[in-house]
């Protein structure tokens, strides 16, 4: 068994990499949380002690992301891919069509489960380059009667993110923000409604945050399941039921975490960092190639291919990597190839051990 030092260096692309001293914490104040006697686990989501967690979650997200006083944080249950219903069911208005900036696999999901309710229409795509790039902003063309925007601000399987977002006036934009939420500096008030599963950036799968105009939350039919309405939980707190109470006590761990280091201008420095040295590793090999085109890089999913695609090469390389210690290099089953997820809990010496790792396995294989 591997002890706290030995770590796995984990590039998993979710669930992933969490803090360590957040897992520390947790597991510090795992059998008596706060002198209650019991662990997080155990206690009502109506005590005055979970009542203190959530508020303390929900107050970390409003300094991190700087979140105004007109939008609510929620924490609900169903992942990301729920909201991929969520979102068509309480924001489309009738007669007015859903605007979809589709850019890959995520996007796609969420246009499905958008078409069962009215008419998508796509305001930009990237399908015809492949996704290895992202449309430009003058690329956008929204219809001016559109219930609402909707974009994938990092697409965690193409490797490409968004780092300046359209201006939609009048129509609220909707970012699914699961895979790089916390990971660099942007203004929410540019967004109606930001949601991600929490398993990338925030802490474990199970709960998905929700932030929302709080005009947007009373669009929805009050004849939806109750729910399946926004209003339901920006009504209740996020208590209308039993929330994900362990899920959201770690996400509040996480946003002190990301506030002990410098918040999220820090964030996006140490990330830049880190990605830089991947991708320069890639682009200066002559072995490695990245796909995606430069100015749409993601910091968080760095996607590359050996030799343009030699799958029995990346095999052994995702093989090689793991007996040293390096899991969940393998790109994700729909596109292949190799993907190194770095998010903000991955730490830089990881990202050198790859790039050492890489050197090495180029000399040898080259
Ligand atoms: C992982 C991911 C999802 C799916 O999240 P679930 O919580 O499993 O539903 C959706 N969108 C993006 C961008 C993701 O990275």
């Known amino acids: 068994m591997k002890t706290a030092m030995e770590r796995a260096i984990n590039f998993n692309a979710g669930p992933a990499v969490l803090p360590v001293s957040v897992l520390e914490r947790a597991r510090e104040e795992m059998l008596n949380f706060e ?13 005055k002690a979970f009542e203190g967690i959530l508020t303390k979650a929900i107050a970390g997200f409003r300094r991190v992301l700087g979140i105004p006083e007109n939008y609510d ?36 999901k969420a246009i499905d489960e958008a078409e069962k309710v009215g008419t998508c229409r796509l305001a930009a795509t990237s399908e015809p380059q492949k996704f ?18 909707y974009l994938c601000s990092n697409n965690t399987i193409e490797g490409t993110q968004w780092r300046e977002f359209p201006d939609t006036g009048e129509i609220p934009l909707v ?17 109606g409604l930001i949601f991600a599963g929490a398993q990338k950036n925030i802490g474990p799968s199970g709960v998905t945050v929700v932030i929302i105009r709080k005009d947007l939350a009373e669009r929805g039919s009050a004849k939806l399941p109750v729910m399946l309405q926004y209003r339901t939980h920006t009504k209740n707190n996020s208590l209308y039921n039993t929330p994900p109470t362990f899920g959201i006590y770690i996400a509040w761990l996480v946003m002190e975490w990301v506030e002990s280091l410098g918040g999220l201008a820090a ?25 995606v085109e430069k100015q749409d ?8 291919r050996i030799k343009d695609g030699d799958e029995a090469l990346e095999k052994k390389f995702v093989e090689e ?5 390096m899991v969940g290099l393998q790109g994700h089953r729909a596109v292949g190839g190799l993907r190194a997820s ?8 990881g990202v050198k051990t790859l790039v050492d790792f890489m050197k090495e396995f180029r000399k040898k294989n080259g």
């Open 321 to 325: 990597a793991k007996a040293q210690g």
């Open 35 to 47: 002198n209650t006697g019991m662990s997080v686990m155990e206690m009502s989501h109506r005590s």
């Open 132 to 149: 290895m790039r992202l449309p430009r902003l003058e690329e956008i063309k929204l219809d001016e009667k559109a219930s609402y925007a």
């Open 73 to 108: 944080v929620l924490f609900l249950q169903g992942g990301a891919t729920l909201q991929f219903s969520m979102v068509p069911m309480n924001l489309c208005l009738s007669n007015q069509p859903m605007d979809y900036i589709h850019t890959g696999y995520w996007s796609k």
């Open 297 to 304: 890089r993601s910091w968080m999913n760095v996607v590359y």
């Open 175 to 191: 970012g699914d923000m699961s895979s790089d939420i916390l990971s660099h500096r942007f203004d929410v008030r540019k967004f």
């Open 342 to 349: 770095i998010y903000n809990a991955h730490p830089i010496e």
């Open 267 to 291: 964030m996006e420095r140490l990330n830049e960092e880190k990605a830089g040295i991947l991708y320069r590793a890639i682009d200066e090999s002559g072995f490695y190639r990245c796909p």
